[in-house]
T-cell receptor
Framework: GIQVEQSPPDLILQEGANSTLRCNFSDSVNNLQWFHQNPWGQLINLFYIPSGTKQNGRLSATTVATERYSLLYISSSQTTDSGVYFC??????????FGTGTRLKVLA | DTGVSQDPRHKITKRGQNVTFRCDPISEHNRLYWYRQTLGQGPEFLTYFQNEAQLEKSRLLSDRFSAERPKGSFSTLEIQRTEQGDSAMYLCASSFGGTGANVLTFGAGSRLTVL
């Protein structure tokens, strides 16, 4: 089956630091989304990014579909960035397949 | 547009009881998904509807699970004869599946605890 792997699994940062989260997938991609799951469990869509680069404030994402990976960049991290970050891969059929997540904790 | 709504947010039940969760998608979205998430794991796909048709079901969806989406609007997920292993967060998502992007929007989830 399709493998969607995320790294690192856990990350602790000091407030103000930058970080890069990675998502590797084992098959060609149609769509890819990045989500942030807050402490209450709500999944918030960050980026829809099947290819190329997008930026939204302190966050940006890049997907290199030909090399089957996507990166999420967080700059000048804040405590509110804490939570779990998931990438979700979509083949173009019906379902998105989620990665294993990166658990981020930002310390004040 | 109030986003994707799920009800109830929390449910505690005893083993063997039946439970039902409801999801109200974003009104113009024709696609609806159910996912299950256990502690420390990513969401796992359960089932998918396009309008009222259930087009895909995961092998995770045992005979005790049934989902419906009458008239292509809200959806229900019923679990019969609950087991402790059913304890999880049940997530609903919707999207507009046209020729463009299929961007998922999730509800806040329904957390089930089976005692």
């Amino acid at each position: 089956g399709i493998q969607v792997e995320q790294s690192p699994p856990d990350l602790i940062l000091q407030e103000g630091a930058n970080s890069t989260l990675r998502c590797n997938f084992s098959d060609s991609v149609n769509n890819l989304q990045w989500f942030h799951q807050n402490p209450w469990g709500q999944l918030i869509n960050l980026f829809y990014i099947p290819s190329g680069t997008k930026q939204n404030g302190r966050l940006s994402a890049t997907t290199v579909a030909t090399e089957r990976y996507s990166l999420l960049y967080i700059s000048s991290s804040q405590t509110t960035d804490s939570g779990v970050y998931f990438c979700a891969w979509y083949s173009g059929t019906y379902k998105y397949i989620f990665g294993t997540g990166t658990r981020l904790k930002v310390l004040a | 547009d109030t986003g994707v709504s799920q009800d109830p947010r929390h449910k505690i039940t005893k083993r063997g009881q039946n439970v039902t969760f409801r999801c109200d998608p974003i009104s113009e979205h024709n696609r609806l998904y159910w996912y299950r998430q256990t502690l420390g794991q990513g969401p796992e796909f359960l089932t998918y509807f396009q309008n009222e048709a259930q087009l895909e079901k995961s092998r995770l969806l045992s005979d005790r699970f049934s989902a419906e989406r009458p008239k292509g609007s809200f959806s229900t997920l019923e679990i019969q004869r609950t087991e402790q292993g059913d304890s999880a967060m049940y997530l609903c998502a919707s999207s507009f599946g046209g020729t463009g992007a299929n961007v998922l929007t999730f509800g806040a989830g329904s957390r089930l605890t089976v005692l």
